[in-house]
């Protein structure tokens, strides 16, 4: 039996939590069968796209979208291209003492990002604090605000268990990449703006997971509203967001109190499956 493909590491937005019930709702509402095509549009780490794969779905019937890194990623790993040899020489220069990683990626960020920028994304990515994205500020140079240390409880704060500097670890990360890169091969993939796609194959079910209205953070953003009118005749687009737009849409979780290492609370987001289909 296949082992259960994982997405590659933690980011923030990522549905990796979500992906089984929006891929319930989806499979409740249509009959799929082996011609069913699927849009997986602001893929990010590719939860959905993964969680379609583990149940079936053949990557040559997923187009996979972002115009982030993570597009440029899954393109190499759907065309063939992702040398997870050269990975694995990336994985093994992580130190093994986790108080010296934080200061190994510092290094490594500084690095110029146009040479092997996906290998080094990944290992970036990983370590981002907050999961939060990590993106291309031009041709050279990556775009974050700050990275995860190792840290162990300290009786003041009210965390009781260490913290890792990277989610996952390294090794946890390799064996997660020689299963995508088994198995993922032959998803099609576009790094390009989402307005570069407005064609779609007939039998079609579409995703999108956009930036949520009033957040920022991705280092790009386009108008919702606008694309779904564009696309609507298409296909029944199926919406992640914060809240609810549109008139059929499912309540997926309840925002929720997140704890931090300070234990400082603040309430998260509610999650919304919205719904549009041509009339
Ligand atoms: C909420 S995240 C998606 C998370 C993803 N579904 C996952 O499970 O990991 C939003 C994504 O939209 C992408 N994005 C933002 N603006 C875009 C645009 N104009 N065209 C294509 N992708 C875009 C970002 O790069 C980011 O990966």
Request: charged fraction near 25%.
């Amino acid at each position: 039996m296949n082992t259960k493909l994982e997405i590659p590491c933690a980011y923030q937005g990522g549905k990796q939590r979500l992906a089984k019930d929006i891929v319930n709702i989806i499979f409740n509402e249509n009959e799929i069968n082996e011609s069913t095509r699927f849009y997986d549009l602001c893929c990010g780490t590719g939860a959905i796209t993964i969680e379609l794969v583990n149940r079936g779905i053949k990557p040559k019937n997923i187009t996979m979208l972002d115009i982030s890194v993570w597009g440029m990623f899954w393109k190499a790993v759907g065309d063939g291209n992702f040398d997870i040899d050269k990975f694995k020489e990336y994985i093994d220069s992580v130190p093994e003492d986790k108080f010296l990683i934080q200061s190994y990626i510092k290094e490594l960020y500084k690095q110029p990002a146009n040479i092997d920028t996906i290998y080094k994304f990944l290992l970036i990515q990983a370590t981002s604090f907050g999961s939060k994205a990590i993106w291309l500020k031009n041709e050279i140079e990556w775009c974050t605000s700050s990275f995860r240390n190792y840290w162990q409880p300290n009786g003041i704060a009210k965390r009781k268990s260490p913290v890792n500097p990277m989610i996952p670890m390294p090794d946890t990360m390799f064996k997660r990449m020689v299963n995508i890169v088994e198995r993922m091969k032959g998803v099609n993939v576009i790094n390009d703006d989402i307005n570069s796609l407005l064609e779609f194959e007939e039998n079609s079910i579409t995703y999108i997971d956009p930036p949520y209205q009033n957040t920022s953070g991705y280092g790009y953003s386009f108008g919702l509203n606008e694309y779904i009118n564009k696309i609507i005749k298409y296909n029944k687009i199926y919406i992640s967001e914060g809240i609810e737009l549109s008139e059929k849409s499912y309540l997926l979780s309840k925002g929720r109190a997140k704890g931090g290492v300070s234990g400082n609370r603040k309430k998260a987001n509610d999650e919304w499956l919205n719904v549009y289909e041509a009339v």
